[in-house]
């Protein structure tokens, strides 16, 4: 059996420190543990298989979130064409200790970015979970810096109105010399 190449060896290396990352974010698409693993172990495997098509020295985790990003579109489609168990409606919700307020309001706000459409939902974790840049959530998602932007702006105002935020009125920029 050949040696494996250095960008396999590379891949392998680093892809632990990538683990808890693609964890949250898998788990913020598929809103299930056991998806969410399962999302994890495809995305690691395609990447381990594959590792001779990264471009070094590509952004490794631009590239493992953009295979996740692909094997998560891929399932839904997937998944549309077959029936679902149980609906959500059907679950139960889980009971809370009284004192659990912080939590309490964390649960509301996953509840309404689940109700986020897929592109809002994947710029507003990309962003404000995962803390990447505007141009790298971009590479991920194979869309415009732009368009991220906008998904960004738009997923923020849809979750302000979910959550009964108010909104932030902005003045309205003026001409003055």
Not at 68 to 80: G, K, P, Q, V
């Amino acid at each position: 059996m050949a040696e494996p190449t250095t960008d396999a060896n590379d891949v392998s290396d680093q892809l632990p420190q990538h683990l808890p990352a693609l964890r949250r974010y898998a788990r913020a698409l598929t809103g299930d543990a056991a998806a969410a693993d399962d999302l994890v172990q495809d995305c690691a495997e395609r990447a381990l298989s594959r590792a001779h098509l990264w471009r070094q020295p590509g952004n490794l985790r631009a590239w493992l979130f953009t295979i996740m990003h692909n094997l998560h579109a891929n399932n839904c489609r997937r998944w549309a064409s077959r029936p679902r168990l149980a609906a959500v409606d059907d679950v139960p919700e889980p009971s809370w200790p009284a004192g659990q307020i912080e939590r309490l309001a964390a649960n509301q706000t996953l509840a309404a970015i689940r109700q986020l459409s897929v592109d809002h939902r994947e710029v507003l974790i990309l962003i404000a979970i995962e803390g990447m840049a505007y141009a790298e959530a971009a590479e991920v998602l194979g869309v415009p810096p732009g368009t991220v932007m906008s998904r960004l702006s738009r997923a923020r105002d849809h979750l302000r109105r979910l959550t009964g935020e108010e909104t932030v009125v902005r003045p309205a920029k003026t001409n003055a010399a």
